[in-house]
């Protein structure tokens, strides 16, 4: 199980390595159940690394940092890898993005960390109350048990607290990595995308009701599109002024179109990470959407995006026997 | 010149195919209060002299510097007004057209609705028009060769013509020998001239041409590139015989253990060669190939002690060792004459041709009346001792044609004219024969067509108006049940000897060359023309171009008439050395490029590739694309993500406010 | 006396088979519906299915795609593209509760003039049906 000493000294030799340029992972956040990524340069500051429960950030998406500043006369980009600590369904992303040519195989070293799910914030929050003090969790026993300030100590059942999505998640541990600091965890998730189904067997004016009154509340904050590991393009499509496909007011037909423009562009590419709708401050259910281009992607084409690094991306190929029976 | 858009709107009447249902001249004033329109006026014929002429003056007087024609399709007069432009000094892709034609006042009846159709389409073009940008055609040379598919008189004539003009043709055929359908007929209407005679001459002069290189027994495996630039793989089956050492002297058909066992093809399946032939004597080249289907070494692995055919050649010239080979030629412009198979009759069971043996197609009797068939010329049937010589014969038109029952609605155009010649022949073969035609009609439209038509009708060949409903047998006698309509009265008619006149219908195998080459089918399934009044022998690709029978039925002249056509057409590439490619490319902006080359997998034509280049100090790697290679189809933009890539005159940005226009109102 | 509505279509149409193919109906003056405004793109695998949800909101009541049937395309694999981006974005259009008689798909080539008229007249009485889409509208703005 998790490992932490063994976590800090693996990576205190990466960051130690001279093709390494810094590591990525999580330490402990400033206040309740909050963690934050840490960007490690010096190996000294490999202490404050940490795995549990409460990791819930995608740190693929800092794989693309647009680190493009331009490189000061006379100097040479920084051309050295990138260590980054890796969920299963982080790892996905990382492999998504590898299909794309988004990040080289070379650029990055991957450290492996098999997880048994991470929790929903808000649903912790909720039974907890929001607390200012930091919290520690762990997984002990398939419960997960939160250390609360003051000594206290609460185990409670893993569907009680845990994302909805590691709740389905059928890859918990990474499918590509450079090393994989403990064992692999058993498959506990299965998905009959039972959240999409509901929502599909409503009649189309309670689907379009039901969509209208969330996308109302879209502040058109962007950080869905921010904190997604497959959202890099430098220029945005969807802020472009010329031309200009959705204009930047927060009306709900510009953001039905955003929303169904973002949705339709990870169509074979979200690997149902959840982040998007763990920031959205004003709680979209965003997996809804991304979950039901997932399950027809599945469904029809028989295809999982970030599993396979050789694959052809889902978008650029096709099969002449692609099933096509509502065109006239 | 202000770069601010100065837009000259034309909207024509056609006449009064548009003026009739659209109200011309509320389009117009609606068009000049659009934003940047300068001049709109409308004139009864835009793509007239003097209508050109109207905005050739426009331009240069009033500084117009996009055009807006609202005519006719685009598919129709695109090319004219992109010509109009350049002949005023504007560059030709400031063209925009909107089709109030064929897709409005050709379509809609009620003219209220026609005009204000109209008048939103030309919006459309006007907000696109505004947005236009000037395209330069890249221009690459043209390989001085062409690739002819396919050894009839079509191909034969195509590449002769080619040859003269001192250009290289590859031709490759798929069978051992070309002449195709017209080595098989006996006589030709209307002239009666000898099929052979006229035709084998041709074939020696394409064999023996310095300027063709033929490939017999082979079939195009692959065909890429694009116009001027085609790259070809041929397949050059194995004969199983060194074509080098084979005399054509026959010593081995005489002895293959086969002899007289296998159906012919040529013969139409009425006469018998042997495992090792040659198809028929006249063929070119005059060498013999075994029958990898048929042959028994081939099939069994064994042949007796060893196979005749090798003992018996005073050359050793049959190889068993023999493998296909593969060629590879790069032309410039292809012509596909591939010729047409014949409707099979036992589609029409009710004619009995699968039941009865004296039920016969004309391609069958063609062979019975031929003097180099398997009867010498004579009309018998049976065998051996039960041969006898029919004296009732009949023969029934449009078998397989006209018919919507086996899917062939189109008139087949050459069955009225062979019959009539074979319903000559008969009579002048078999002096005391009755013959008598069925027929729905009577469509002699050539040439000599119709007096033939009445020297056959004087000769006391019957002409029986209606479709006879089955043939049965009665004794020795088949009987045909029909009504003669002219009459009005039902008949049973005994006869001797049926023949069909079965339609044309294209290859069985014509899928093979539309998948090479792109080639659309017309409804009635022949390969389709450009254009079918004023591009009769174009292909939608370019520099590929159709000849003969592969494009639609149709008799020996015709099929000479439009090869030649086929053959002046590539010759245009060829002979100017030079064309121009498509301008409406993608191009990639590679600031915003982010290279995760979806577009490079998406393209059909391989025509994007990865280039690193270095931005701000650091390498990236970005898509580019070859302009050349680019064929304009835009399914790389559709596919990028960031709207990176963009296609010329189809640009996202070209077609938005197309859909703003078309939705307001 | 009723107010009839009629629906604003806009057609994608690719310029090899199905805009010659509407060319067809028109030289042989099969008589359709005025409801449809082509836009001509050179070939299906060109339309960004996000013109379709641009196109609801620019005022379109109906959005029809056609092109090559497959196997014909004049690009080769356009309309294979097509096919795989217009199935997925038709799924997101029923799932966000946009009325599916409000998008269609079609294969018509150059020759099939009498299919386009059927195509024509389905998507119009299927746009009529599902009423005016006024939900999805952009503001209006004053050009």
């Known amino acids: 199980m998790v490992d932490l000493d063994k976590l800090r000294t693996v990576a205190k030799e990466t960051v130690s390595r001279d093709d390494v340029k810094y590591l990525i992972g999580w330490s402990q956040g400033t206040f309740g159940f909050r963690v934050s990524p840490h960007f490690v340069k010096e190996p000294e500051e490999v202490d404050s690394l940490t795995f549990s429960p409460l990791c819930c950030n995608n740190l693929a998406t800092y794989l693309t940092l647009t680190e493009k500043n331009p490189v000061p006369r006379g100097e040479e980009a920084d051309t050295r890898k990138v260590a980054l600590m890796v969920k299963g369904c982080d790892s996905r992303a990382v492999v998504q993005q590898l299909v794309e040519h988004g990040v080289g195989r070379d650029q990055v070293y991957i450290i492996g960390c098999p997880c048994e799910g991470v929790v929903d914030v808000k649903k912790v929050e909720k039974k907890f109350g929001e607390l200012l003090e930091p919290v520690q969790a762990s997984w002990e026993n398939g419960k997960v048990s939160f250390q609360l300030p003051g000594g206290q100590v609460e185990s409670l059942p893993r569907e009680e607290v845990l994302a909805q999505n590691c709740l389905t998640c059928r890859y918990p541990n990474p499918v590509v990595s450079d090393i994989l600091l403990w064992d692999e965890v058993e498959v506990k998730g299965n998905d009959d995308y039972e959240d999409v189904k509901e929502l599909e067997s409503k009649s189309s004016q309670d689907k379009w009701a039901y969509w209208q009154d969330k996308f109302t509340s879209c502040i058109r904050c962007y950080s869905c599109r921010n904190v997604c590991p497959l959202c890099y393009c430098e220029d945005c499509i969807l802020d472009r002024l010329n031309p200009t496909w959705v204009f930047r007011s927060t009306n709900v037909a510009e953001n039905t179109a955003f929303q169904m423009a973002r949705a339709f562009h990870l169509a074979g590419r979200c690997i149902e990470c959840g982040e998007c709708e763990r920031v959205c401050p004003v709680d979209i259910p965003l997996m809804k959407i991304n979950r039901k281009l997932y399950k027809e992607v599945h469904e029809k084409y028989e295809f999982e995006p970030g599993l396979d690094p050789e694959t052809k991306p889902f978008q650029a190929s096709y099969r002449p026997d692609d099933k096509e029976d509502f065109i006239l | 010149m202000n770069n601010k858009p100065k837009i000259g709107v034309y909207v024509c009447h056609c006449g009064i195919n548009i003026a009739k249902t659209v109200g011309v001249d509320s389009v117009t004033e609606y068009a000049a209060q659009l934003p940047n329109v300068k001049v709109a006026r409308n004139y009864s014929y835009m793509c007239s002299d003097p209508g050109q002429l109207l905005v050739k003056e426009d331009i240069k007087n009033e500084g117009l510097n996009r055009i807006v024609v609202s005519a006719c399709s685009p598919r129709m007069h695109e090319a004219t007004f992109r010509k109009t432009l350049v002949e005023a000094g504007l560059n030709p892709y400031y063209l925009e057209m909107a089709n109030i034609r064929e897709q409005c006042s050709w379509v809609h009846e009620d003219e209220n609705e026609a005009t204000e159709k109209a008048k939103k389409l030309v919006a459309s073009a006007v907000v696109k028009a505004r947005l236009l940008e000037p395209l330069e055609e890249k221009e690459v040379e043209v390989e001085p060769a062409t690739l002819v598919i396919g050894g009839g008189i079509a191909g034969i004539q195509a590449a002769l013509d080619i040859a003269d003009a001192g250009f290289q043709v590859y031709m490759v055929e798929k069978t051992p020998s070309v002449g195709g359908t017209m080595a098989r007929l006996d006589k030709t209407f209307p002239t009666l001239d000898c099929s052979a005679c006229i035709l084998t001459p041709k074939m020696v002069d394409v064999a023996s041409h310095p300027n063709i290189e033929l490939m017999t027994y082979s079939q195009v495996e692959e065909i890429t590139g694009y116009v001027g630039n085609f790259d070809v793989k041929v397949r050059k ?209 050539g040439k000599g067509f119709e007096e033939f038509y009445d020297r056959v009708r004087r000769e006391g060949i019957r002409y029986i108006r209606g479709n006879p409903s089955e043939i049965f047998k009665r004794g020795d006698k088949l009987v045909i049940k029909a009504e003669d309509t002219l009459k009005a009265m039902p008949l049973e008619d005994e006869v001797d000897m049926v023949v069909l006149a079965v339609g044309l219908e294209p290859r069985r195998d014509s899928r093979e060359i539309i998948d090479l080459l792109r080639l659309s089918q017309s409804g009635d399934r022949f390969y389709m023309e450009a254009h079918p009044k004023l591009a009769p022998v174009d292909t939608a690709t370019d520099g590929v171009y159709l000849a003969g029978c592969a494009q639609g039925p149709k008799d020996i002249p015709d099929t000479v008439a439009q090869a030649k056509g086929a053959a002046s057409s590539a010759l245009i590439l060829l002979s100017s050395g030079r064309v121009k490619v498509q301008a409406q490319v993608s191009v990639v902006n590679e600031e915003t490029c982010r290279g995760c080359t979806y577009c490079v997998e998406i393209c059909p034509y391989g025509a994007i590739e990865m280039v690193e280049v270095n931005q701000m100090g650091h390498q990236v790697s970005v898509a580019r694309v070859n302009e050349v290679l680019c064929k304009g189809c835009g399914a790389c933009v559709a596919g990028c993500f960031s709207g990176s890539i963009q296609q010329k005159s189809f640009k996202d940005g070209q077609i938005l406010p197309q859909l703003a226009v078309l939705g307001v109102m | 006396m009723s107010d009839k509505f009629e629906p604003n279509i806009v057609a994608f149409l690719c310029n090899w088979c199905s805009y010659a193919g509407a060319d067809l109906a028109g030289t042989s003056r099969i008589q359709y519906p005025p409801n449809l405004h082509i836009v001509r793109v050179m070939c299906t695998g060109r339309v960004n299915p996000l013109f379709v949800v641009n196109a609801f909101q620019q005022g379109a009541d109906g959005v029809l795609v056609s092109g090559c049937h497959p196997g014909d395309c004049h690009y080769m694999e356009g309309n294979y593209y097509a096919r795989r981006r217009f199935t997925l974005i038709r799924e997101l259009l029923e799932y966000v509760g946009v009325d599916p008689k409000r998008f269609h798909m079609s294969w018509v080539s150059a020759s099939e003039g009498a299919k386009w008229k059927d195509v024509v007249e389905e998507v119009v009485e299927n746009a009529k049906a599902a009423g005016p889409f006024d939900q999805f509208r952009r503001n209006k703005i004053n050009w």
């Open chain 2, 237 to 445: 089956k194995a004969r199983y015989v060194d074509v080098d050492k084979c005399t054509g002297c026959g010593i081995c058909a005489e002895e293959c253990r086969l002899k007289n066992r296998v159906p012919s093809e040529f013969e139409e399946g009425m006469g018998k060669r042997s495992a090792i032939y040659m198809p028929f004597p006249q063929a070119v080249p005059a060498k013999f190939t075994v029958d990898p289907e048929r042959c028994i070494y081939l099939t069994r692995g064994k042949c007796g002690e060893s196979p005749k055919c090798v003992d018996a050649c005073p050359s050793q010239a049959v190889d068993f060792e023999q493998e296909d080979e593969f060629v590879d030629v790069r032309v410039g412009a292809v012509i596909v004459a591939t010729g047409f198979d014949v409707f099979d009759a036992s589609r029409k069971p009710e004619y009995g041709y699968q039941d009865y043996d004296n039920v016969l197609t004309a391609l069958e009797m063609e062979r019975l009346v031929s003097a180099s068939g398997p009867t010498g010329g004579k009309i018998v049937l049976g065998e051996g001792d039960d041969a006898y010589t029919p004296k009732e014969i009949a023969f029934i038109k449009c078998v397989g044609s006209r018919d919507e029952s086996v899917g062939n609605e189109y008139c087949s155009r050459v069955c009225c004219m062979y019959t009539a010649k074979l319903a000559h022949l008969v009579h002048e073969k078999i002096p005391d024969a009755n013959v008598r035609i069925y027929y729905m009609d009577v469509r002699a439209f």
